[in-house]
């Protein structure tokens, strides 16, 4: 037997269920054969084709993506802020230990965590402040020019 499939014949691997799709017992079960006769293994299986239902509305559905807003950066950075600040609340707990503390004339003692928060908030303002002043001579710039 021939594969070629240009001869008319189709081959008896391609051919699946009955010709005629209204004698499938899938699709009538008056049909189908009582299971007391023959086992669940032995039962015809069919491939029947399945039509697309046309939908009530015939228009092309088109996604549009909804671009960046200023809102949506403005919650991520609120949530990303919220996220550091847990951990560095859990920082400062856990780390309650007393130091000694010294600058300049002043002494005192402070939970270590605490002191390591002032020590990165002034880190912070010494790149802060130099930061803001540049972007600030840069705006002027801009205008004149």
């Given at each position: ?19 005629d ?10 049909m189908r054969?009582?299971?007391?006769e023959?086992?669940?293994?032995e039962q ?10 046309p ?7 088109v ?6 807003t200023?809102?949506g ?5 609120l ?10 609340l ?29 020590a ?12 803001t ?13």
């Amino acid at each position: 037997m021939s594969d070629d499939r240009r001869s008319g014949d189709a081959p008896e691997w391609g051919r699946v269920g009955p010709e005629d799709p209204t004698a499938d017992p899938a699709t009538r079960p008056a049909m189908r054969v009582p299971s007391a006769e023959v086992e669940p293994s032995e039962q015809p299986t069919v491939a029947v084709p399945v039509e697309e239902q046309p939908s009530a509305d015939d228009t092309p559905t088109v996604k549009r993506r909804v671009g960046n807003t200023r809102t949506g950066g403005l919650w991520a950075a609120l949530i990303l802020s919220a996220v550091v600040l847990i951990f560095l609340l859990v920082f400062i707990l856990q780390n309650s230990e007393p130091v000694s503390i010294s600058f300049l004339w002043l002494t005192g003692t402070l939970p270590t965590g605490v002191a390591l928060l002032f020590a990165a908030i002034a880190g912070i303002l010494l790149v802060a402040v130099p930061g803001t002043g540049r972007i600030l001579q840069l705006r002027r710039q801009a205008k004149r020019h």
